[in-house]
């Protein structure tokens, strides 16, 4: 499967059992949906997801559905779009070391590992604002109080154009910086 703009998450199970389970009932609301997938098996219970496109809200509600009917034997990264596969090896073990139970979004893993944990996520996403505009938006945006009129007067562009790039942004990292919690989070990157 080629990688560009293409989308991850991440599974962790407690059991190889749970862990079949998972993957079935995955590739079935997959193949419903007719989206092309690949799995990437890790430590032979945890899987890495790749989809040929976004997140969509039909694969959080399975896999939100999947952590209540399994007693929480499972963990969830949400993911975001990536490039290069390599990249999501750093992610996994970033995802592994952070080590909870229930869905996680990469904003809860950027604030709670430490620097030199946090080195292959910070990278991934900071390569993923190498365009100058999008890095301009955040931090106009943070100067703005996450306000998009503001931010919108303090980069002199329109504001349906800094809402364009939030969701670009939001797409590339996984990061809504309208959220103040995940906001945080992409402060911490930037710095």
């Not at 909870?100 to 893993?109: F, L, P, Q, R, V």
């Not at 309208?178 to 911490?188: G, H, T």
């Amino acid at each position: 499967m080629k990688s560009e703009n293409k989308s991850f998450m991440i599974f962790a199970c407690n059991s190889k059992e749970v862990s079949s389970l998972l993957k079935t009932v995955l590739i079935d609301s997959l193949k419903q949906s007719k989206t092309k997938y690949e799995f990437i098996n890790k430590d032979g219970e945890d899987y890495i997801l790749l989809i040929n496109k976004d997140i969509t809200d039909d694969l959080k509600e399975t896999a939100l559905s999947l952590l209540q009917d399994l007693d929480n034997d499972i963990s969830v990264l949400e993911g975001f779009r990536y490039s290069d596969k390599e990249q999501l090896e750093g992610i996994y073990k970033c995802f592994k070391d952070y080590n909870s139970i229930g869905y996680t979004k990469i904003a809860d893993i950027i604030l709670k590992l430490s620097d030199e944990d946090l080195k292959p996520i910070k990278e991934m996403l900071l390569s993923k604002l190498k365009d100058n505009y999008l890095k301009e938006i955040i931090i106009g945006m943070f100067k703005s109080n996450l306000n998009i009129s503001k931010a919108a007067s303090v980069v002199y562009m329109h504001r349906n154009t800094i809402n364009n790039k939030l969701d670009t942004i939001q797409k590339e990292t996984g990061l809504d910086i309208q959220n103040f919690y995940e906001a945080m989070a992409m402060n911490r990157i930037l710095n």
